[in-house]
């Protein structure tokens, strides 16, 4: 089993910067890409942005220029940094990781709540 925390999230302004941390716990061997989830009341949660084991990154289209995932393996953090943020990036925040077994788990934090203010 895995355990994710998230830290970080809160109110700013458009414009602002905050950064999101997600801890993980537990069978952290196990674990291997990891990314962050947006979630808004009433639709689907999307992927804001993904990193592999390696560092290969992957953003959603509407954050590419704004946002930058890392990863610290040494600590089993994993890092969103989200600069010039816009009203429409409010949204409860979930990180996840996924395990290299086969089946693969994904395993999800309790989410943090980002608001931008305009």
């Known amino acids: 089993q895995v355990q994710l925390v998230e830290s970080g999230g809160g109110l700013v302004q458009a414009g602002g910067s905050l950064r999101l941390s997600c801890a993980a716990s537990g069978s952290t061997f196990s674990i291997g890409a990891m990314g962050w989830y947006r979630q808004v009341p009433g639709k689907k949660r999307e992927l804001v942005a993904a990193i592999a084991t390696g560092g290969s990154t992957d953003y959603a289209d509407s954050v590419k220029g704004r946002f930058t995932i890392s990863r610290d393996n040494a600590k089993n953090t994993v890092y969103l940094q989200m600069n010039s943020l816009k009203p429409e990036d409010t949204a409860v925040y979930y990180c996840?990781?996924?395990?290299?077994?086969?089946?693969?788990?994904?395993?999800w934090g309790q989410g943090t709540q980002v608001t931008v203010s305009s």
């Open positions: 996840n990781a996924d395990s290299t077994a086969v089946p693969s788990i994904r395993y």
